[in-house]
Each structure stands twice: as structure tokens, then as C-alpha cells.
């Protein structure tokens, strides 16, 4: 029997990196193949959120590093902006050429949201004052604003001016991830205290739905399928993605998935959902119907490799995964992973 090229790849790169190959000559393809390893000389411990950046690349927040590391669209290590605290979430914006980073604090400083500039990774401004706990970033294209979860809720700074709003939205609880309408005026909170996904409306910056589950508890992971009408929250006890309604906030599936998950998303060109956790998978679950979905991907990655990202050129769809290093002899490396169609 003939074995394609991608189980070919794929096996040789599971031996490689010290994995078990995924596939038999005789099994279907997975529906990722992991093809490139980049090391990262020096950078050791947890590994945090992605950003897409300039140039086709990627910047990861190499939170027990205390840095951000950056690689370009050919897979090279351009820059590390060191001297974070505890780095948590990243995000470039485009539109103004700056990377944004949220530092969680507890070693150094206080925490802090910093701004640099996207191409020489020059300093501009730092947000100092109340941002304990700064988390998760998210842009809003629409208002120009940077959304920045922290401790007590999520703090507004306007990204034209570089000010930070006088707003916050508050909740009972340090949320977690998050994912904002581009259609609505919604966001959406996970809330892993209480096992709940809070529904806030911009317009009058009140929660105006909470949707609890009874049966599971914990959820950081999070993304949308706004077309369908469909969120995804991932809850880590036990292990499993939540499939909401938007519309009535009822639970039309629940998918066991990958143990200590911290990033998903969703691909809306083919219907997938692709979930990372740190037992050492990556997950994928074609979407059927809005309602319904099948997992046809359980692909080894590394241990501790938690978050990801997902990006598009012309011609290829994949993503790529942090792999941390836990010991200062050892160096983290990013996986990157192309999307394969049946």
C-alpha cells in the first residue's frame, strides 16, 4: 500500500521531536500534519497567546521567559523584546503599526499594558494603573478600541490617541477568554469560577445574560462562530467543548476534547474547530450542522503546549502551536502546522 507524502512528513517529524507518529500506513490522514519545528535559543518556561504580526509572522507571549518572542513569515527568529512581567496576551494593529502586551505581574513591576512600535519594537507608552491580572487582548476594528482583561473586568484604550477610557465592564470575577461581535454589540465572557459564559452589550454596558452550565466547570478557552450563530467555550473539568446557541443560550453539543486547553478556533472555510491543549494534542472536530460535530483529528504535539494560533497566506491555511521548555537547559519552539483537506 502506498503511504502519502503528508503520513510520511508527518511520522518523520513525530520521531524527530520525540512524539509518536499519528498515522499507520494503512490510516486516513489527519486532518493537521505538524512539518516545522523553530527553536527559540534561550527561552524557557510557559508559553502564552499569539499574535499574527507584519510580514506574515507571529509574536508569542513567552510568559516565563518574561519576554516576547517574534518570528517572521519564513520561520526566522527576528526579534525578542525582553523585560515583560509575566507577559500574557500580545496583539499587533494593523491600522496604527503597534504590538500591544499585557503583562500579568508578579515578579518586577507592577502589572502593565505596554505599547511598542511594530517595527523597531521601540517603547511608547505604558498603562501602569490598575491592570492587575492583564490578560487576554482584543482589537475592535469598528470603534478602534483595545479591549484588555484584568482583574476586576475589561478596560477600554482608544487606539488612535492611545488613551485609556474612563469605562470598565465589570464582572464578579477575573474573566477569562472572550470574543466580541463584529455584527452585534455582544461580548461574550467566560467566567470559569462560576462555569459560565456572561453575555455583556456594549451599548449599555450591562450583562444582560449569564449562561451557566451545571455540569462542568472551569472554561478559558473560547471562540465564535458568529454566521451560525454558535460559541465554543471550553471547560477544563471536566475536559470539553460547550456549544452555545447565541440566540437562546441553550447547549445544543458538548465535545470531550484534549486535557488543559487554553486556546481554540474556529476555521470558517472548512467548518473546523481546532482545539490545543497541554496534554500534548491538538483536536479537530468538523462541524456537520450547526448543531451536530464529529472529532477527526487527535494529533500529538508537545507537552504544555497550550496555545496556538491560526493563519492563512494565498495558497495554505494552518497554524501555529507554543511547545514551552520547563528547564533552563532546554529551549521552547513553536510548531507550525498546515491544515490538510480530505
Not at 191 to 206: C, E, I, M, T
Not at 310 to 319: E, F, L, N, S, V
Request: aromatic share 10%; charged share 20%.
Amino acid at each position: 500500500m502506498q503511504t502519502s507524502a503528508v503520513s510520511i512528513l508527518l511520522a518523520a517529524t513525530s520521531i524527530l521531536w520525540g512524539v509518536p507518529p499519528v498515522l499507520a500506513q494503512s490510516g486516513p490522514r489527519p486532518p493537521i500534519a505538524i512539518v516545522q519545528k523553530i527553536p527559540l535559543p534561550g527561552v524557557f518556561g510557559r508559553m502564552d497567546h499569539f499574535s499574527l504580526v507584519r510580514g506574515g509572522g507571529v509574536a508569542v507571549a513567552a510568559l516565563g521567559n518574561n519576554s516576547i518572542e517574534i518570528v517572521d513569515g519564513s520561520a526566522r527568529v527576528i526579534a525578542s523584546i525582553p523585560g515583560q512581567d509575566m507577559p500574557q496576551g500580545v496583539r499587533y494593529v494593523q491600522e496604527i503599526d503597534k504590538i500591544f502586551v499585557a503583562n500579568g505581574g508578579a515578579t518586577k513591576h507592577k502589572p502593565d499594558v505596554r505599547v511598542y512600535t511594530a517595527d523597531k519594537y521601540e517603547l511608547v507608552k505604558t498603562f501602569d494603573h490598575d491592570f492587575e491580572g492583564a490578560d487576554n487582548i482584543r482589537y475592535d476594528p469598528a470603534g478602534k478600541l483595545i479591549y484588555v482583561s484584568y482583574e476586576q473586568g475589561l478596560a477600554m484604550i482608544n487606539a488612535t490617541t492611545l488613551e485609556r477610557l474612563p469605562t470598565n465592564y465589570k464582572f464578579p470575577e477575573h474573566p477569562e477568554s472572550y470574543q466580541l461581535e463584529t455584527n452585534g454589540s455582544r461580548i461574550f465572557v467566560n467566567l470559569p469560577l462560576a462555569g459560565a459564559v456572561a453575555v455583556l452589550d456594549r451599548k449599555s454596558g450591562q450583562v444582560t445574560e449569564t449562561w451557566k452550565v451545571g455540569d462542568a466547570r472551569t472554561n478559558f478557552a473560547m471562540a465564535l462562530d458568529e454566521d451560525s450563530h454558535r460559541l465554543f467555550s471550553v471547560f477544563r473539568n471536566p475536559s470539553s467543548v460547550k456549544v452555545f446557541d447565541t440566540e437562546s443560550g441553550r447547549v445544543v453539543a458538548t465535545l470531550p476534547c484534549v486535557v488543559d486547553v487554553d486556546d481554540i478556533w474556529f476555521e470558517p472555510t472548512r467548518k473546523r474547530i481546532y482545539v490545543t491543549g497541554g496534554e500534548g494534542f491538538v483536536d479537530v472536530f468538523q462541524q456537520l450542522d450547526p448543531d451536530h460535530y464529529t472529532r477527526i483529528g487527535h494529533v500529538p504535539t508537545a507537552i504544555g503546549a497550550r496555545t496556538s494560533i491560526i493563519w492563512a497566506t494565498r495558497t495554505r491555511q494552518g497554524m501555529t502551536i507554543a511547545a514551552p521548555a520547563y528547564y533552563p537547559d532546554g529551549s521552547a519552539a513553536l510548531l507550525g502546522a498546515q491544515f490538510v483537506d480530505y
